[in-house]
């Protein structure tokens, strides 16, 4: 099994965990969203390519994330697709995860090298799985859990 198959694999199987199999029935609108209630502007977008870049990187035989546009994708599955609580910790999270690397590098996540990012969510994704095992079933999830599923759904 290559990359390519392992990713679009786990992508099918996420897939029905984050969206649910009513987004599929109706077409991934969210019926309590109001207008304007969540929007992202082109530097989000452009943030988003680079998380997703670190998580899914071009290699020498394959195009990453960014090719794919998986920013743009997280945006409309926030907005169209997400409730209202879970939107609310993916857009604090865009914050929180500038927070970080402000802490460990003084320096915003856009400004750190290729290596800087990946150890950061490397990092971070560790503290996603512990707050995961320990989440009751009423809290929201992490907003970095949220961020990894849509890239790889992406």
């Known amino acids: 099994m290559n990359r390519r198959e392992a990713l679009s694999a786990v992508a099918v199987l996420l897939g029905g965990t984050i969206v649910g199999s009513n987004v599929f029935l109706t077409g991934c609108k969210n019926p309590d969203k109001k207008e304007g209630e969540v929007s992202f502007t082109p530097t989000d977008i452009a943030y988003l390519d680079e998380v997703s870049e670190t998580i899914i990187p071009t290699t020498s035989s394959s195009p990453g994330a960014k090719a794919a546009k998986v920013g743009q994708f997280m945006t409309v599955m926030v907005r169209d697709c997400y409730d209202e609580k879970n939107q609310k910790v ?45 989440k009751k079933d009423d809290d929201a999830a992490h907003y970095f859990r949220l961020m990894k599923e849509l890239t790889l759904l992406g």
């Open 90 to 134: 993916f857009m604090k999270g865009l914050d929180k995860l500038n927070d970080e690397s402000k802490k460990k590098y003084d320096k915003a996540f856009m400004d750190c090298d290729a290596n800087q990012r990946h150890d950061l969510l490397t990092q971070i994704d560790k503290e996603q799985n512990e707050y995961m095992k320990n």
